[in-house]
């Protein structure tokens, strides 16, 4: 029961570049989103959220975007830097206790 | 900044052994989480607490295992007889209004021999 997806294993961006991270969703009733990121060995750290009255969030160098019609977000970090290289999920509630969680996109910046 | 702290970091145990992983969420919060991770898989839905209670929980959640507040503090997760398959990271959460961003620990990695 995949209800969120995140279709890229991995992705590779030059240091400097925009990196796009992807997740797709499957539950019309999901509406409240999270970002991750995690290193090895440490717990997911928060980037940024979205609610789903809103169709852009931005903090930063990170910025998320929901598109409710296609049960599809994205997140947008630029520049990339070398220390933005780790695993990310994305995470979805329908407000309910719990998230679910994407099964991660690993991005490499390369400098 | 306020942690949530996991303790131990590393736990290992025979097959069939009881464990409890334990959790310090941040202090003024009131929803509380396990997740897991098995290596290389995703991130995984435990079961939520609020209240003193289950708020909600997963599949995974089957008898074996438990979770208790046995105090103002402390939030353990106990696996009565352990399978190899429980061999994962635990992540604890807590969260100040449970439709906010979770805070999480830093895991504790589980293997069960």
């Known amino acids: 029961d995949q209800q969120v997806k995140q279709n890229s294993p991995s992705l590779s961006v030059q240091e400097g570049r925009i990196s796009i991270l992807n997740c797709d969703y499957t539950n019309s009733m999901f509406d409240y989103f999270l970002w991750y990121k995690k290193y090895p060995a440490e717990g997911p750290t928060f980037l940024i959220s979205i609610s789903s009255i809103k169709d852009k969030n931005e903090d930063g160098r990170f910025t998320v975007f929901l598109n409710k019609s296609a049960k599809h977000l994205s997140l947008h970090i630029v520049p990339s830097q070398p220390g933005d290289s780790a695993v990310y999920f994305c995470a979805a509630s329908s407000g309910t206790y719990k998230y679910i969680f994407g099964t991660g996109t690993r991005l490499k910046v390369l400098a | ?113």
């Open chain 2, 1 to 113: 900044e306020p942690e949530v702290t996991q303790t131990p970091s590393h736990q290992v145990t025979q097959m069939g052994q009881e464990v409890i992983l334990r959790c310090v969420p941040i202090s003024n919060h009131l929803y509380f989480y396990w997740y897991r991770q098995i290596l290389g898989q995703k991130v995984e839905f435990l079961v939520s607490f609020y209240n003193n209670e289950i708020s909600e929980k997963s599949e995974i959640f089957d008898d074996q295992f438990s979770v208790e507040r046995p105090d103002g503090s402390n939030f353990t997760l106990k696996i009565r007889s352990t399978k190899l398959e429980d061999s994962a990271m635990y992540f604890c959460a807590s969260s100040p209004t449970g439709r906010e961003k979770l805070f999480f620990g830093s895991g504790t990695q589980l293997s069960v021999l």
